[in-house]
Every structure is written in C-alpha cells, then in structure tokens.
C-alpha cells in the first residue's frame, strides 16, 4: 500500500497523517511549494513529498505514480467569494478523480466531505446517511459536489466520510472562543442553544486511516461524529470551567448576527484575505442544529469516536497554551 494524502499541511489533514505514520503506511503528500510545513514537519524524513496541487491538473499524474490508496482532505473552508469554494472542493476534486482514473492503479479513494453537504438537521431527526441532501450554504453546496464527483466518476473504489465541526489541537478557528471565553466572553449566537454534533480531530483521522482497509466500506458514505450532543454555550461553558473563569454571555440575535457577518465580509474584501466569518456563513449559523447520527459507523466497521467533550476541550486547551495560542 502507498497513500497520497492532499491536504496534509492543514488542521485536519496533519492529524490524518499522524494516524497513517501511526500504522507505518508509507505515504506521498501533494503539497504546494507555499504550503505550511510546521505541522508535519516531523514526518517529512519519512515521507515523499511531490509538488502539485488539486487545481493544478497536469500535476496529479505524477503525484499518482505508484500510489494505490488516496486520502483527499484539501478544501477550502474560507473564500472572498463564493464561486472559490466550487472552484477548490468541486473542480479540485474532479480534477484528482479523473487522475486516478488514468492512473488506474488506485484501489481505493477516501473523501473528507462535510456534514455541511447535507444540510441542517436537529436532535430529534438527526442527520442519516440516506437523507436527501439540503445544504444551505456555497460551501455545503460545494462539498455536495465533491461526493458527486466522486460517486458519479471515480472508478476506484471509494469511501466518503462526513464529519460535523471538527476541533482539537491545531485549529485556529475553535481558537476564537477559547479567546473569548478567556476575555470573559461568551459569545450566544441562535441563542447558543443551537444543538451541534462535533468530532475531537484525532477521533476523526483514526476513522480516515481505518477505511482504508476496510472492506465493508467501499461504496459507502458514512458520518463521523460522538455521540455527544453539544452546544455552543455548553462548550463555552466547559472552556470557562477548565479555564477556571467566569464569563458573561453576549447575545447575538439574528440582525445583529447577519450585521457581524457582513462586517466580517467586508474586512476580507478590504484586505484581500478570507474569513470564515463571512455572509457564506449566516445560514449555517442560523440553522436549526447541526446533529448527525454516526450509528452506521459504529455498526458496519465498528469504529466509535470517543472522546468526549470534557477530555477534547482539555487536550486542546492544554496545546494551546504549550504552543502560545493562548
């Protein structure tokens, strides 16, 4: 077996490579010369590095010469405009499906989609791997695309995975609320009350390493998430207490929401530098929740993400600090 893994240099994708070094797999990354190295900087002696990148087509062939298993984690989570999210999760992927069909050795092709794909969904009708999709945002829409792409084109044997918001050592984003929380903040958009399904980023590469090999996965679509309903007050609350801080909540009804959101737009076009913080992503802040059911997982491959949240804010907060995050 030789893994390609895209994505590497991010959040999500160093953690995946952890996992795969973990089981001794010898892996390719496909990384730009711009790419980040800090985060896998401790794996490149024992990896091969190739240069290329998803939207760079006429590099794929090359990053896939001798590779049977691929890891797709690069996507774009952040754009000035819409039509980027398209461009990198859709087309980017379109562009490594029809590689690996070329290079018609890979054996097996694992997708890191998104719940976004599917759409919104509460506690009492959590998201299913056989619901119709619905996603409310350019992202979402994007990443939707991207199974399709995969499903409808890829001749490899494939695996998509979906997890709901991601956090855990190395994400800047969930950075924002550890800060607030930590300047006495605790921020209520919808509320807090939104109920949201989450996965501890190493529970989530664990499952992206393990399907690889399994079998009863091919052609199959599975949410990766706990089992742990949270919300965002009761994170901001868990960060309070392991912080050892009080906080005074902030609340953020719809308008003022939308205002912040449009805000955060205009200071990403102002300085050319996108935000996740944008009008992309009032809808999804607004939603009614963002809950998945993760049975499938647990009953057909038997893999559990099991961290909750109490030790995942705890792991977190402490590598924060150790790196000066916070």
């Avoid at 893994?3 to 797999?25: E, M, N, P, Q, Y």
């Avoid at 109920?195 to 996965?217: G, I, Q, Y």
Wanted: aromatic share 6%; charged share 20%.
């Amino acid at each position: 077996m030789r893994v390609l893994l895209t994505g590497a240099s991010g959040f999500v994708g160093s953690h995946v490579l952890d996992s795969l070094r973990r089981r001794d797999l010898p892996v390719v990354l496909l990384l730009r010369a711009s790419s980040p190295r800090r985060f896998i900087a401790s794996h490149l002696a024992s990896v091969e590095v190739r240069a290329g990148s998803i939207l760079q087509p006429e590099s794929l062939d090359a990053a896939l010469q001798g590779v049977t298993h691929v890891v797709h984690c690069a996507g774009c989570t952040r754009a000035l405009h819409p039509a980027e999210f398209h461009e990198v999760n859709q087309n980017g992927t379109r562009h490594l499906v029809e590689a690996v069909n070329r290079q018609g050795g890979v054996q097996r092709f694992v997708l890191v989609s998104s719940l976004a794909a599917v759409g919104p969904a509460g506690p009492e009708a959590a998201a299913r791997e056989t619901d119709p999709p619905r996603p409310v945002s350019a992202y979402g829409r994007s990443k939707l695309g991207a199974e399709q792409e995969v499903r409808e084109r890829c001749r490899a044997e494939f695996v998509i995975l979906r997890p709901p918001a991601v956090y855990g050592p190395r994400d800047a984003e969930f950075l924002r609320l550890f800060r607030a929380v930590r300047a006495h903040v605790r921020p209520a958009g919808a509320g807090g009350r939104q109920p949201l399904s989450l996965v501890f980023v190493r529970d989530l590469a664990e499952v992206v390493a393990a399907s690889l090999t399994r079998p009863e996965a091919g052609g199959k679509t599975y949410f990766v998430a706990s089992s742990e309903i949270v919300t965002a007050g009761g994170m901001a609350g868990e960060v309070a207490a392991q912080l050892g801080t009080w906080t005074l909540p902030l609340p953020v009804p719809a308008p003022a929401l939308w205002g912040l959101c449009a805000w955060g737009q205009a200071i990403s076009w102002a300085t050319r530098r996108p935000s996740v913080l944008g009008l992309a992503k009032y809808p999804e802040l607004t939603a009614r929740g963002w809950v998945c059911d993760a049975r499938r997982l647990r009953e057909e491959l038997g893999l559990v993400c099991t961290t909750g949240l109490k030790d995942g804010v705890a792991e977190t907060l402490a590598w924060y600090r150790k790196e000066g995050w916070l």
